[in-house]
């Protein structure tokens, strides 16, 4: 019937022997034939709904990746899990559930396959979370596992009107865009009329955000790391020629489980070398540090925060992507994709070449087959890089002991140091109602406490304070710090993921307006001029955590449970703490 040899896979517990009768008998009423019900059972996982243009093109291709699975003598089995879909929680209380999201995905997705006891999966994601959710929840599982991106939106494109700023109407438009159209029309310099034409045309199709934000960043790791086809990840959304690396991705699990390629076979400690290497050089999301932790907690691999910034320090940034650079997804993939970024990357011996990828080769023999070059405008050879460094820096000091994270790229090096009176609020709607009214000063480091994992909780994005203070042209003139975190599309000098959260007693919750802060990228400090003895007294007078609404439901749950952000922000012990391999039950 097959090649393969189902005393040995996880779905001989629901189709082989006669007390299996009354499960085939479920296989039967789906129309599956008595073939497909003893083939391999292979998990396709999509995300699709109709919350976001990011994930609305993933029903379609995952009809295609069943039609490479079926080619390949195996039986696929779609099933969704859910979204939250950041540009459109972004900037108010949904928010909270986004990081949230993740850890539900990838949970949801484990107990489907453990449920119904399936052999292998095929993951499609397209949004901000559920990318890491599911490479995720692939390593946790450990079974043969493809990976496959949703493919990013098109360019927006600005009518050639006189009331539409003319920066505006110059360069490819991106939901960024519309978040400092906003902070425009707050201060009165762009019409109702404009920002009413840019809101029609800013996102013109299916697919995720089109700068190097987080979703693009998650899906350039997903090749980097190996469990994604090469290239497969660049093409936008609306071309149906993606639908050919989703029938190949179909493909490629099944050669996988042919050869028992697991997932942490592929995603290893130099594999997420890989990874970080690849965010940095391409100015990517600082949410990489806290998605690549995440994702190596699950194998039991110890890849902090830290680790990942020690990469980002001495990795060349040469891909010039919004939000710090000119350029979208759709460019990247122009120009050869992650295949050509990680070739200039091998040129400086910047990658580990024997790593395991979803074909079953390694990345150096899939580097081996690239053809194209550098193109020296979108991506630039590594000895001629944008800047010698990284687009994402760690910091670390007296107000943030377990470290922190700034997003570099655009940023010229002279403005890479800031000190300033610290303006304290406790929560992002009190900084963004102070932006909004200009009720701060240049000069100075707005700080936002409280929006930690656990604080918050959820570790909310401050995309729409950091989008106004731009569209005011205060972006240069001030700074910010958070315990929550930025979205991959916010520019500026600002600094998140600060550690331990204000509701952990970290130093961020014991500082007060009119403190000096020190942020210093170029050597990686983030300190506040108090001595040790200052912080200990105002320790001493601390009155706690501040309360929150959340004292039921998912959210608290997770705030109950979540860990440290420099570690991933992760809810359960990973895979140091396992006690067994569900393929092998």
Not at 73 to 90: C, K, N, S
Not at 160 to 175: A, G, K, M, Y
Not at 346 to 365: N, P, Q, V, Y
Not at 427 to 446: L, N, P, Q, S, T
Request: glycine letters at 12%; hydrophobic letters at 40%.
């Amino acid at each position: 019937m097959t090649k393969f040899d189902k005393s040995k896979l996880p779905s001989r517990y629901v189709t082989e022997g006669p007390a299996r009768a009354p499960h085939r008998s479920y296989y039967y009423a789906m129309g599956m034939t008595e073939d497909e019900i003893h083939q391999p059972l292979v998990g396709v996982a999509t995300c699709w709904n109709e919350a976001a243009p990011c994930n609305i093109a993933l029903n379609r291709q995952a009809q295609a990746v069943k039609g490479g699975v079926k080619e390949a003598h195996g039986t696929p089995r779609e099933f969704t899990t859910i979204t939250v879909t950041d540009g459109i929680a972004m900037g108010h209380e949904g928010m909270r559930s986004s990081l949230a999201s993740r850890e539900a995905i990838a949970d949801t997705v484990e107990l489907t396959m453990r449920g119904h006891c399936y052999d292998a999966i095929v993951g499609l994601a397209g949004c901000d979370k559920s990318l890491p959710g599911m490479m995720m929840a692939m390593v946790r599982l450990n079974v043969p596992s493809v990976f496959i991106y949703g493919g990013s939106i098109l360019p927006g494109k600005a009518p050639q009107i006189e009331e539409i700023p003319e920066d505006f109407r110059t360069r490819d438009l991106t939901v960024q865009d519309m978040f400092e159209a906003v902070g425009r029309h707050q201060n009165g310099t762009m019409s109702d009329k404009a920002l009413d034409v840019l809101e029609r045309v800013a996102c013109p199709s299916a697919g995720a955000c089109g700068g190097q934000f987080t979703a693009n960043t998650m899906a350039c790791v997903s090749e980097a790391i190996g469990l994604a086809l090469m290239n497969s990840s660049g093409m936008p959304a609306p071309y149906e020629s993606r639908d050919q690396y989703a029938e190949a991705s179909g493909r490629a699990v099944m050669q996988l489980l042919e050869r028992n390629i697991r997932a942490r076979d592929v995603v290893t400690r130099q594999s997420l070398e890989n990874a970080a290497r690849v965010v940095a050089c391409t100015g990517g999301s600082t949410n990489a540090g806290l998605h690549l932790p995440a994702i190596a907690h699950e194998a039991g691999i110890e890849f902090y925060l830290e680790d990942v910034c020690e990469i980002f320090r001495d990795t060349p940034y040469f891909v010039d992507l919004k939000p710090g650079g000119q350029y979208v997804a759709k460019d990247l993939y122009d120009a050869g994709g992650i295949p050509v970024v990680m070739k200039e990357l091998r040129k400086a011996g910047l990658i580990h070449e024997d790593c395991m990828t979803a074909t079953g080769r390694s990345i150096g023999e899939e580097l081996d087959r690239i053809e194209r070059e550098a193109d020296g405008k979108v991506i630039y050879p590594i000895d001629k890089p944008i800047t010698k460094t990284g687009g994402v820096v760690g910091l670390k000091g007296n107000l943030a002991p377990a470290g922190a994270i700034v997003k570099v790229a655009g940023i010229p090096e002279e403005n890479q140091r800031f000190t300033g009176p610290a303006r304290v609020f406790e929560c992002e709607e009190d900084a963004f109602e102070a932006v909004k009214a200009r009720k701060y000063e240049e000069g100075e480091v707005i700080v936002i406490r409280n929006e930690g994992p656990a604080g918050g909780p959820g570790m909310r994005e401050m995309l729409a304070t950091t989008a106004a203070l731009s569209g005011q042209g205060m972006g240069k003139k001030v700074a910010l710090i958070t315990d929550g975190r930025f979205s991959g599309a916010t520019r500026g000098f600002c600094v998140g993921h600060v550690g331990p959260e204000a509701a952990h007693g970290g130093p961020i919750a014991l500082i007060e307006t009119g403190d000096v802060i020190t942020i210093d990228a170029v050597n990686g400090e983030l300190s506040v001029d108090l001595s040790d003895e200052d912080l200990a007294r105002r320790k001493d007078g601390w009155k706690g955590p501040r309360e929150t609404i959340y004292a039921s439901g998912a959210l608290w749950k997770y705030a109950q449970l979540v860990g440290e952000t420099y570690k991933g922000a992760v809810t359960h012990p990973g895979g140091k703490a396992e006690r067994h391999v569900y393929m092998d039950l």
